[in-house]
């Protein structure tokens, strides 16, 4: 069973928003961060956004800053990614993650994430 279900992504013209959404929807192994990373063909992966699911702290790929959001809703198990001022560089499929946060970072847990929602943005 794959712990965590994304949805949200799709096609979008530049400058336009897509809010993706990521649901825990099995066991997370304790993780105490959540967040997302992407990867574009035959690029390598890059971290999008992280959140610590204790204290609601927040870091962003510096590609993105003041640009996309990360949230959460503790009580639906979910994470949200707000993406707004789309580029097509931001083209990738985007995969949710969880791990454990420490001294400010998210390091991902192997096998805990998802499959995958594919973002395609168009000039």
């Known amino acids: 069973q794959v712990p965590l279900v994304e949805s949200g992504g799709g096609s979008v013209q530049a400058g336009g928003s897509l809010r993706l959404t990521c649901v825990v929807s099995?066991?997370?192994?304790?993780?105490?961060?959540m967040g997302w990373f992407r990867q574009a063909p035959g690029k390598e992966h890059e971290k999008v956004a992280y959140i610590s699911t204790e204290h609601g702290i927040t870091e962003y790929g510096d590609s993105v800053k003041g640009r996309f959001t990360i949230s959460q809703d503790n009580a639906k198990n979910t994470v949200y990614l707000q993406m707004n001022s789309l580029k097509p560089e931001d083209t990738a499929l985007y995969t949710c993650?969880?791990?454990?946060w420490g001294d400010g970072i998210c390091f991902p847990k192997a096998g805990v994430w998802g499959q995958g929602t594919q973002v395609t943005v168009s000039s």
């Open positions: 099995g066991y997370t192994y304790g993780s105490t961060c």
């Open positions: 993650v969880a791990g454990d």
